[in-house]
């Protein structure tokens, strides 16, 4: 048994962590908003209905312990599938957290549904998940209880990061705190990896006070898509930007909030703690995530079902659910959204990451998303490049904030193609 091991296993959980981290001032004070967007591919007229990604997410959120959660809210983005059918099971209840759902006209794109789902919102704090997650019991208390804290010592608390595992229940990786939540625009640097623990951590984690036993959070830059966020700050911030007219991966849209609200002055905190964490089944993805046998013959409580047919479900290859793309458009998607965001927020940052990316993807054949297969040739990959410079180019000039001229972004372009050798990209 490794010292990760160890600490993990050593965390309390159970009724006891249930009523520390329970406070009179948090029941009830929590909305759960879901974007979900084709996740329900199997009829739910023949079982099993919880073959369907998006009730993993739902059953996980409705047998959450502890009173925090007033309600859930489910905005179905113009699903194609099941998604209305599976949705009335939940919404006609009853449970002991109501469920509502809103569906809208069209597919609108993932921002869009969240914006929706953060006006719907009644609670102060919204707590944020992927509708293809599978939800520890301590996820939403033991949020509330980080933000409620947080927010008592630091006013300018915008929100905590939790932990989120990719096909997988625990962490497994380790990594220094300067490499966790990372985002610096003018030097194209950024990191998510909530899915490690911090070495500094080890052997003994330090606490977030006595009465909980929470693993006390780190100040980062960065936020992801399991986070539990204030609505003020959020509506301050105009929510996330819409982005799914250029990026149907909206791979950034999490790096333009995170910048959006630091820009405002708020504070954005990371808790490792894995009793509030999610495991994310990224569904569609075939993937080369690492599997571990533990996990997978682990049963979840609340579905009742062997971690690892989940993890099965999800691993065939789909195109038309959530954010999903294929391999072949996911390299010119991730390279010009990145590159519209750093260029976007610095022109040194934009040159840092064409720079940065030629070499280590172009050159290297270094894959960065784990839900990408195989790594294309060499050839291929500097056509990706191109394409996403290009994208990234005009996206930068449509008037989206923050935007650029044409004037900078032609002079930028120039400036890529003479660091490296290579003929400039031209957009137009």
Not at 47 to 68: F, R
Request: neutral net charge; charged residues 20%.
């Amino acid at each position: 048994m490794t010292a990760l091991d160890t600490v993990v296993g050593s965390l309390p959980d159970g009724p006891e962590f249930t009523a520390a981290v329970s406070l009179p001032e948090t029941a009830g004070q929590v909305s759960a908003v879901l974007a979900t967007y084709n996740r329900c591919p199997f009829d739910p007229a023949v079982p099993p209905i919880s073959d369907n990604p998006l009730t993993w997410a739902l059953d996980s959120l409705l047998n959450q312990a502890g009173d925090v959660l007033a309600d859930i809210i489910v905005v179905d983005d113009g699903s194609t599938d099941h998604t209305p059918a599976v949705l009335a099971h939940y919404t006609r209840g009853p449970h002991r957290v109501p469920v509502s759902g809103i569906r809208l006209g069209r597919h609108a794109g993932v921002a869009t549904a969240r914006n929706t789902g953060i006006t719907a919102a009644r609670s102060r704090w919204v707590l944020f998940g992927d509708d293809d997650c599978v939800f520890r019991p301590h996820y939403a208390t033991g949020a509330a209880y980080l933000a409620h804290t947080l927010a008592a010592r630091d006013p300018a608390t915008a929100g905590v990061m939790l932990p989120c595992y990719y096909r997988a229940l625990r962490p497994r990786e380790i990594l220094p705190i300067g490499r966790i939540g990372v985002l610096i625009p003018q030097a194209a640097r950024f990191a998510t990896r909530f899915h490690t623990w911090p070495a500094e951590y080890l052997p003994h984690p330090p606490r977030l006070d006595k009465r909980s036993s929470l693993i006390a959070p780190l100040p980062v830059r960065l936020i992801g898509g399991t986070a539990i966020l204030d609505r003020h700050w959020l509506l301050a911030a105009h929510g996330f930007q819409d982005l799914s007219g250029a990026w149907r991966s909206s791979y950034s849209d999490h790096l333009h909030l995170s910048a959006d609200l630091t820009d405002l002055g708020a504070t954005l905190y990371h808790c490792p703690d894995p009793r509030v964490s999610a495991a994310h089944l990224k569904f569609g993805a075939a993937g080369r995530f690492p599997l571990d046998e533990a996990d997978l013959t682990t049963v979840i409580p609340a579905l009742a079902r062997p971690f690892g047919e989940f993890v099965e479900l999800a691993a065939h290859p789909r195109t038309d659910t959530g954010c999903r793309v294929s391999d072949a458009a996911f390299h010119p998607e991730m390279i010009g959204a990145f590159f519209a965001f750093f260029a976007g927020r610095s022109l040194g940052g934009g040159l840092a990451w064409a720079v940065r990316i030629w070499r280590e993807f172009v050159q290297d054949g270094q894959v960065y998303s784990l839900t990408v297969t195989e790594q294309p040739p060499q050839d291929d990959r500097g056509k990706a490049w191109r394409e996403g410079l290009r994208r990234g180019a005009r996206f930068l000039t449509e008037g989206i904030h923050p935007g650029r001229s044409r004037k900078d972004v032609l002079a930028l372009l120039t400036r890529i193609g003479q660091a490296l050798g290579q003929p400039p990209v031209r957009p137009w």
